[in-house]
T-cell receptor, first 115, second 112 residues
Framework: NAGVMQNPRHLVRRRGQEARLRCSPM?????VYWYRQLPEEGLKFMVY????????ESGMPKERFSAEFPKEGPSILRIQQVVRGDSAAYFC?????????????FGSGTRLTVV | KQEVTQIPAALSVPEGENLVLNCSFT??????LQWFRQDPGKGLTSLLL?????REQTSGRLNASLDKSSGRSTLYIAASQPGDSATYLC???????????FGAGTRLTVKP
């Protein structure tokens, strides 16, 4: 069981470019969560998705950020027109149950640097 | 709104010492509480998961307790080793809420 796979591990983008972060959940998990960790800050919830559905996006910035979890393939977190303030570590987690009863399993994260 | 606090923010101990990390949360109506370990520049590794109906969980040298009514959890590490050096994060999940709330973490350094 490969766990939660995120790629790339590191991503450098110039201001104004697009960043695409990918997450493959653990085998058997159909619930995916994205979190952001800003330097010297705690993890903040962004969005919760199931296959082909966004369930809760209450933590997503209103502009430039979007997420999807298609029927086939990984979940994608997309950041358009990146700015320096988007530099952070982005973590994906997956769970077996919708209520997280067995806990969340996290990936190793994607570290985005905007230059 | 759930707030999770971890004390202390940083802790440095000599090897072999037993230690306790503290986590408190403001809303006691939680579904479960999870302790994670994060090494610098790495992801989160789940250590222990405590359901709301449980009082404690143990794994090797780690023991986590939960007192829901007082809004507290502790992570006890026995016979600490330099390899235990990392940031320890406490997170709570509430019923009907997908937003797992994290504390800011305790940065532990175990000196050889």
């Amino acid at each position: 069981n490969a766990g939660v796979m995120q790629n790339p591990r590191h991503l450098v983008r110039r201001r104004g470019q697009e960043a695409r972060l990918r997450c493959s959940p653990m085998k058997g998990h159909s619930h995916v969560y994205w979190y952001r960790q800003l330097p010297e800050e705690g993890l903040k919830f962004m969005v919760y998705l199931q296959k082909e559905n966004i369930i809760d996006e209450s933590g997503m910035p209103k502009e430039r950020f979007s997420a999807e979890f298609p029927k086939e393939g990984p979940s994608i977190l997309r950041i358009q027109q990146v700015v320096r303030g988007d530099s952070a570590a982005y973590f994906c987690a997956s769970s077996l149950q919708s209520d997280g009863g067995y806990g969340y399993t996290f990936g190793s994260g994607t570290r985005l640097t905007v230059v | 709104k759930q707030e999770v606090t971890q004390i202390p923010a940083a802790l440095s101990v000599p090897e072999g010492e037993n230690l306790v990390l503290n986590c408190s949360f403001t809303d006691s109506a939680i579904y479960n509480l999870q302790w994670f370990r994060q090494d610098p520049g790495k992801g989160l590794t789940s250590l222990l998961l405590i359901q709301s109906s449980q009082r404690e969980q143990t794994s090797g040298r780690l023991n986590a307790s939960l007192d829901k009514s007082s809004g507290r959890s502790t992570l006890y590490i026995a016979a600490s080793q330099p390899g235990d050096s990392a940031t320890y994060l406490c997170a709570v999940l509430q019923y009907n809420n997908n937003d797992m709330r994290f504390g800011a973490g305790t940065r532990l350094t175990v000196k050889p």
